[in-house]
Protein backbone atom coordinates (compact mmCIF):
# COMPACT_ATOMS: atom_id res chain seq x y z
CA UNK A 1 0.00 0.00 0.00
CA UNK A 2 1.57 3.35 -1.21
CA UNK A 3 -0.62 5.39 1.30
CA UNK A 4 -2.62 7.19 -1.83
CA UNK A 5 -5.88 5.52 -2.03
CA UNK A 6 -8.09 6.27 -5.45
CA UNK A 7 -11.21 5.42 -5.36
CA UNK A 8 -12.91 3.61 -7.22
CA UNK A 9 -10.61 0.84 -8.94
CA UNK A 10 -13.17 0.19 -11.98
CA UNK A 11 -15.48 2.36 -13.93
CA UNK A 12 -17.43 1.48 -16.72
CA UNK A 13 -19.99 4.12 -17.98
CA UNK A 14 -21.19 4.87 -21.25
CA UNK A 15 -20.90 7.59 -23.72
CA UNK A 16 -21.77 11.33 -22.63
CA UNK A 17 -22.36 10.49 -19.47
CA UNK A 18 -20.08 12.25 -16.52
CA UNK A 19 -17.82 10.52 -13.92
CA UNK A 20 -16.01 11.31 -10.75
CA UNK A 21 -12.56 10.10 -9.61
CA UNK A 22 -11.48 10.09 -6.13
CA UNK A 23 -7.61 10.43 -4.78
CA UNK A 24 -6.39 10.64 -0.69
CA UNK A 25 -2.91 11.70 -0.88
CA UNK A 26 -0.44 10.04 1.18
CA UNK A 27 -0.44 11.91 5.14
CA UNK A 28 1.59 14.87 4.90
CA UNK A 29 1.50 15.52 1.22
CA UNK A 30 0.25 19.13 0.01
CA UNK A 31 0.18 18.34 -3.85
CA UNK A 32 -1.78 16.22 -6.08
CA UNK A 33 -1.24 15.31 -9.60
CA UNK A 34 -3.57 13.48 -11.60
CA UNK A 35 -2.43 11.83 -15.18
CA UNK A 36 -3.75 10.08 -17.76
CA UNK A 37 -1.90 6.40 -18.95
CA UNK A 38 -3.25 5.17 -22.67
CA UNK A 39 -1.45 2.35 -24.37
CA UNK A 40 0.13 4.72 -26.74
CA UNK A 41 0.64 7.82 -24.87
CA UNK A 42 1.91 6.56 -21.95
CA UNK A 43 1.78 8.60 -18.83
CA UNK A 44 0.11 12.32 -19.66
CA UNK A 45 -0.34 14.71 -17.22
CA UNK A 46 -3.31 16.66 -16.45
CA UNK A 47 -3.21 18.88 -13.62
CA UNK A 48 -1.36 19.49 -10.39
CA UNK A 49 -3.17 21.00 -6.86
CA UNK A 50 -0.91 21.90 -4.41
CA UNK A 51 -2.66 22.52 -0.84
CA UNK A 52 -5.81 23.61 -3.00
CA UNK A 53 -4.75 25.81 -5.42
CA UNK A 54 -4.15 24.54 -8.82
CA UNK A 55 -0.78 25.18 -9.46
CA UNK A 56 0.09 23.19 -12.77
CA UNK A 57 -1.98 22.60 -15.92
CA UNK A 58 -1.04 19.75 -18.57
CA UNK A 59 -3.05 18.44 -21.62
CA UNK A 60 -6.55 18.35 -19.77
CA UNK A 61 -9.29 18.88 -21.68
CA UNK A 62 -12.14 21.31 -21.24
CA UNK A 63 -14.52 18.20 -20.60
CA UNK A 64 -12.16 17.57 -17.69
CA UNK A 65 -11.96 19.46 -14.31
CA UNK A 66 -10.75 18.76 -10.94
CA UNK A 67 -10.43 20.65 -7.59
CA UNK A 68 -8.74 19.51 -4.08
CA UNK A 69 -10.78 19.98 -0.61
CA UNK A 70 -9.38 21.41 2.40
CA UNK A 71 -8.87 17.82 3.75
CA UNK A 72 -6.46 17.40 0.54
CA UNK A 73 -7.98 15.04 -1.05
CA UNK A 74 -9.10 15.65 -4.36
CA UNK A 75 -11.48 14.80 -7.02
CA UNK A 76 -11.12 14.69 -11.10
CA UNK A 77 -14.41 15.22 -13.43
CA UNK A 78 -14.73 13.61 -16.69
CA UNK A 79 -17.83 14.85 -18.54
CA UNK A 80 -19.00 14.28 -21.85
CA UNK A 81 -17.02 10.86 -22.22
CA UNK A 82 -15.85 9.53 -25.65
CA UNK A 83 -14.84 6.15 -26.47
CA UNK A 84 -11.17 7.95 -26.20
CA UNK A 85 -11.63 9.01 -22.38
CA UNK A 86 -10.74 5.01 -22.00
CA UNK A 87 -7.67 4.99 -20.10
CA UNK A 88 -6.13 4.64 -16.65
CA UNK A 89 -6.15 7.67 -14.66
CA UNK A 90 -3.45 8.01 -11.33
CA UNK A 91 -3.38 10.11 -9.20
CA UNK A 92 0.28 10.71 -7.28
CA UNK A 93 1.37 12.31 -4.36
CA UNK A 94 4.27 14.55 -2.72
CA UNK A 95 5.35 16.70 -0.20
CA UNK A 96 4.84 19.56 -2.23
CA UNK A 97 7.20 21.89 -0.18
CA UNK A 98 10.05 21.67 -2.11
CA UNK A 99 12.46 18.69 -3.70
CA UNK A 100 13.32 16.37 -0.80
CA UNK A 101 17.05 14.35 -2.12
CA UNK A 102 16.16 10.99 -3.33
CA UNK A 103 12.15 11.76 -3.47
CA UNK A 104 9.60 11.01 -5.95
CA UNK A 105 5.96 10.72 -6.66
CA UNK A 106 3.39 8.16 -4.58
CA UNK A 107 1.70 6.99 -7.08
CA UNK A 108 -1.68 5.45 -6.48
CA UNK A 109 -3.20 1.97 -8.26
CA UNK A 110 -4.87 4.18 -10.47
CA UNK A 111 -8.46 4.37 -11.61
CA UNK A 112 -9.60 2.37 -14.88
CA UNK A 113 -12.08 3.60 -16.75
CA UNK A 114 -14.31 2.11 -19.67
CA UNK A 115 -16.17 3.83 -21.78
CA UNK A 116 -18.28 1.76 -24.01
CA UNK B 1 9.13 21.94 -25.19
CA UNK B 2 10.34 19.41 -22.83
CA UNK B 3 10.68 16.20 -24.03
CA UNK B 4 11.76 12.39 -23.20
CA UNK B 5 12.33 9.07 -25.38
CA UNK B 6 12.35 5.54 -24.20
CA UNK B 7 14.36 2.78 -25.96
CA UNK B 8 13.88 0.37 -26.52
CA UNK B 9 9.87 0.39 -26.55
CA UNK B 10 10.41 -3.44 -25.19
CA UNK B 11 13.22 -5.76 -24.48
CA UNK B 12 13.13 -9.46 -23.72
CA UNK B 13 16.56 -10.84 -21.80
CA UNK B 14 17.72 -13.91 -20.55
CA UNK B 15 17.69 -14.14 -16.81
CA UNK B 16 21.57 -12.96 -15.97
CA UNK B 17 21.91 -11.47 -19.39
CA UNK B 18 22.77 -8.07 -18.31
CA UNK B 19 21.50 -4.73 -20.66
CA UNK B 20 20.59 -1.10 -20.64
CA UNK B 21 18.04 1.24 -20.77
CA UNK B 22 18.11 4.25 -22.36
CA UNK B 23 16.09 8.24 -21.48
CA UNK B 24 16.79 11.08 -23.73
CA UNK B 25 15.48 14.06 -22.86
CA UNK B 26 15.09 18.02 -24.14
CA UNK B 27 14.27 20.21 -21.44
CA UNK B 28 14.94 24.13 -20.54
CA UNK B 29 16.62 23.27 -17.16
CA UNK B 30 16.63 20.07 -15.43
CA UNK B 31 15.75 20.44 -11.89
CA UNK B 32 15.94 16.39 -11.34
CA UNK B 33 15.60 12.82 -13.90
CA UNK B 34 13.64 9.98 -11.83
CA UNK B 35 13.25 6.56 -13.15
CA UNK B 36 10.15 4.31 -11.59
CA UNK B 37 8.64 0.77 -12.15
CA UNK B 38 5.60 -0.06 -13.09
CA UNK B 39 4.00 -3.34 -13.00
CA UNK B 40 0.85 -4.46 -14.85
CA UNK B 41 -2.45 -2.96 -13.25
CA UNK B 42 -0.30 -0.68 -10.55
CA UNK B 43 1.14 2.79 -9.79
CA UNK B 44 4.50 3.58 -10.73
CA UNK B 45 7.12 3.16 -8.17
CA UNK B 46 9.94 5.56 -7.79
CA UNK B 47 13.41 4.33 -7.86
CA UNK B 48 16.40 6.54 -8.07
CA UNK B 49 16.52 10.77 -8.89
CA UNK B 50 19.30 11.96 -10.49
CA UNK B 51 20.32 15.79 -10.83
CA UNK B 52 23.25 16.39 -12.39
CA UNK B 53 26.01 15.05 -14.96
CA UNK B 54 28.06 12.41 -14.10
CA UNK B 55 25.96 11.24 -11.13
CA UNK B 56 24.99 7.75 -10.50
CA UNK B 57 22.91 5.73 -8.45
CA UNK B 58 22.68 2.10 -7.33
CA UNK B 59 19.76 -0.23 -5.77
CA UNK B 60 20.17 -4.02 -6.38
CA UNK B 61 20.88 -4.67 -9.65
CA UNK B 62 19.54 -1.31 -11.22
CA UNK B 63 22.10 1.54 -11.80
CA UNK B 64 21.45 5.08 -13.12
CA UNK B 65 23.41 7.61 -14.59
CA UNK B 66 22.94 10.67 -15.73
CA UNK B 67 24.54 12.59 -18.95
CA UNK B 68 23.47 16.21 -20.34
CA UNK B 69 21.07 14.55 -23.02
CA UNK B 70 20.74 11.22 -21.56
CA UNK B 71 20.35 8.74 -18.67
CA UNK B 72 20.94 4.96 -18.17
CA UNK B 73 19.56 2.01 -16.79
CA UNK B 74 21.82 -0.87 -16.32
CA UNK B 75 20.54 -3.80 -15.18
CA UNK B 76 23.16 -6.32 -14.22
CA UNK B 77 22.41 -10.15 -14.35
CA UNK B 78 18.63 -9.53 -14.08
CA UNK B 79 16.19 -11.79 -12.78
CA UNK B 80 12.36 -12.74 -13.86
CA UNK B 81 11.26 -10.74 -11.19
CA UNK B 82 13.03 -7.53 -12.67
CA UNK B 83 10.36 -7.82 -15.50
CA UNK B 84 8.42 -4.64 -15.65
CA UNK B 85 7.96 -1.32 -17.48
CA UNK B 86 10.74 1.24 -16.09
CA UNK B 87 9.91 4.89 -16.74
CA UNK B 88 11.79 7.45 -17.20
CA UNK B 89 10.49 11.14 -16.09
CA UNK B 90 12.23 15.05 -16.05
CA UNK B 91 11.24 17.74 -13.73
CA UNK B 92 12.06 21.23 -15.26
CA UNK B 93 12.99 24.40 -13.36
CA UNK B 94 9.50 25.89 -14.36
CA UNK B 95 8.22 26.25 -10.51
CA UNK B 96 6.33 23.27 -10.50
CA UNK B 97 6.60 19.76 -9.87
CA UNK B 98 4.85 17.89 -12.94
CA UNK B 99 6.82 15.40 -14.63
CA UNK B 100 7.23 14.59 -18.38
CA UNK B 101 7.19 11.44 -18.62
CA UNK B 102 8.80 8.68 -21.62
CA UNK B 103 6.58 6.02 -22.83
CA UNK B 104 8.64 3.36 -20.76
CA UNK B 105 10.97 0.27 -21.92
CA UNK B 106 8.85 -2.87 -21.21
CA UNK B 107 11.23 -5.53 -20.01
CA UNK B 108 11.16 -9.40 -20.00
CA UNK B 109 13.14 -11.20 -18.24
CA UNK B 110 13.44 -15.28 -18.89
CA UNK B 111 14.05 -17.90 -16.37
Known amino acids: DSGVTQTPKHLITATGQRVTLRCSPR?????VYWYQQSLDQGLQFLIQ???????AKGNILERFSAQQFPDLHSELNLSSLELGDSALYFCASSPGAGILPNYGYTFGSGTRLTVV | EDQVTQSPEALRLQEGESSSLNCSYTVSGLRGLFWYRQDPGKGPEFLFT???AGEEKEKERLKATLTKKESFLHITAPKPEDSATYLCAVQDTSGTYKYIFGTGTRLKVLA
Open chain 1, 49 to 55: YYNGEER
Open chain 2, 50 to 52: LYS
Open chain 1, 27 to 31: SGDLS
